[in-house]
C-alpha cells in the first residue's frame, strides 16, 4: 500500500515562483515608494529642528528607536526628540568635506546588523537635506540676530514666540518669559556717549547668556529692552532666573574705560491658556513697569 501523498508537478513549482517573485518585486516597489516619500519629506523641512523631527518620525516606520540627538558644534545648533537609551549610534554627517554635525541615535536594546545598515541608508538620505537647512539657517541667523550684542532680533521674537507657544501648549509644559532692560539708560548715553552705552549693551547681553540655558532664548526687542523666553519653566523657576540675572548685572563696574554701578529691572509672567505671543509680551512689560514704579533694580510679576 501506498500512502496518499501530493505530486507537485514541475509547472506548480514555477507558479510558486512566480507568485513569490511578484511579492519580493511589489515589496522592493513598497520600500523605494517609502523612502521617495521620506526624501521628499525631509527636502521640505528647511528648519533645521523640524527636519531632524520629521527625520524621528518618518524613519520609524523602518528601524523603531526611542530617541534621536543632533548637534552642530559650527552654528552651536543641538536638538533632541524621543528618550535616550542604553543603546547609541553615533554618525558624523558631511558632504565634499563639509561637516554638518553629528547625529546620535537611542534605544533601550542593542541594534541588529541588519538595523545598523538600514538606518545607515536613512541617514544617507539626510544629508542633503541638513545642507540646505545649514544654509538657510545661516541666512536666518543674518536675518534675525541682533548685531550689536549678537542674540535674536525682535524679528526673530515676532516668529519664534509663537511657535514656542504653540510646544508648550501642544506638550502641556509651563512656558515663562522674562522683559527686562538697564535701568537709566539714557543718561548712560548723555553722560558717556553712545560707545559707552553700546559697551554696556554688548556687557549686559553677554551676562545674559552666561545666566539662562541652551534651550531658553534671549531677544534684544529694542534699545535697551531684552526679552527672554523660558521654555518648560514656571513662574516659580522663571523668578529665580530673573533674580539671578538682576544680581549678576549689579556686580558689573567697568565698562570701556568707565566705572559705574549698574542695575535691571525685570518683569516677568507666565502663559496662561487664553495668551497669544502679544498679550503675553504686553502682561511681562507691564510687570516690567510695575518694577520700575517699585523703584528700579527689582524683580516684579503679574
Known amino acids: 500500500m501506498y500512502k496518499d501523498r501530493t505530486i507537485t508537478s514541475m509547472s506548480d513549482y514555477a ?10 518585486n511589489r515589496q522592493r516597489v513598497d520600500i523605494q515608494m517609502r523612502y521617495l516619500e521620506l526624501s521628499e519629506t525631509l527636502f521640505k523641512a528647511l528648519d533645521p529642528k523640524l527636519l531632524i523631527e520629521s527625520f524621528f518620525l518618518e524613519s520609524q516606520c523602518f528601524v523603531a528607536y526611542s530617541g534621536i540627538e ?10 533632541s526628540f524621543g528618550e535616550e537609551g542604553a543603546h547609541s549610534l553615533a554618525y558624523e554627517i558631511s ?21 545598523v545598515r538600514e538606518l545607515e541608508k536613512l541617514i544617507s538620505t539626510l544629508a542633503y537635506p541638513l545642507r540646505n537647512a545649514s544654509m538657510y539657517f545661516t541666512a536666518m541667523q543674518s536675518a534675525y540676530r541682533d548685531p550689536l550684542t549678537n542674540v535674536n532680533n525682535r524679528g526673530a521674537m515676532d516668529k ?30 548723555d553722560l ?10 554688548q556687557s ?32 516659580e523657576g522663571a523668578l529665580e532666573l530673573a533674580e539671578r540675572v538682576r544680581a549678576s548685572i ?12 549698574l542695575s535691571t529691572s525685570i518683569g516677568v509672567t507666565e502663559l496662561r491658556d487664553n495668551d497669544t505671543a502679544e498679550s503675553l509680551f504686553l502682561r511681562s512689560d507691564s510687570a516690567l513697569l510695575e518694577a520700575k514704579r517699585r523703584g528700579r533694580n527689582c524683580v516684579a510679576y503679574l
Request: charged letters at 25%; a negative charge.
Open 204 to 235: 549686559f547681553a553677554s551676562v545674559l547668556r552666561d545666566c539662562v540655558r541652551d534651550t531658553d532664548l534671549i531677544f534684544r526687542y529694542g534699545g535697551d529692552e531684552f526679552v527672554i523666553s523660558l521654555s518648560n519653566t514656571g513662574l
Open 15 to 24: 507558479n510558486k515562483d512566480v507568485v513569490t517573485n511578484q511579492a519580493l
Open 160 to 189: 519664534i514666540l509663537p511657535r514656542e507657544i504653540a510646544l508648550a501648549r501642544r506638550f502641556r509644559t509651563p512656558l515663562s518669559l522674562l522683559v527686562l532692560d538697564v535701568d537709566k539708560f539714557k543718561s548712560i548715553n
Open 95 to 115: 558632504i565634499a568635506d563639509v561637516d554638518l554635525g553629528e547625529l546620535k541615535i537611542y534605544r533601550s536594546h542593542a541594534f541588529l546588523g541588519r538595523e
Open 70 to 79: 543632533y548637534i552642530n558644534d559650527q552654528f552651536d545648533f543641538a536638538v
Open 192 to 201: 558717556h556717549g553712545h560707545q559707552v552705552g553700546d559697551d554696556v549693551l
Open 250 to 261: 549689579e556686580r558689573c563696574h567697568q565698562y570701556s574705560n568707565v566705572q559705574m554701578m
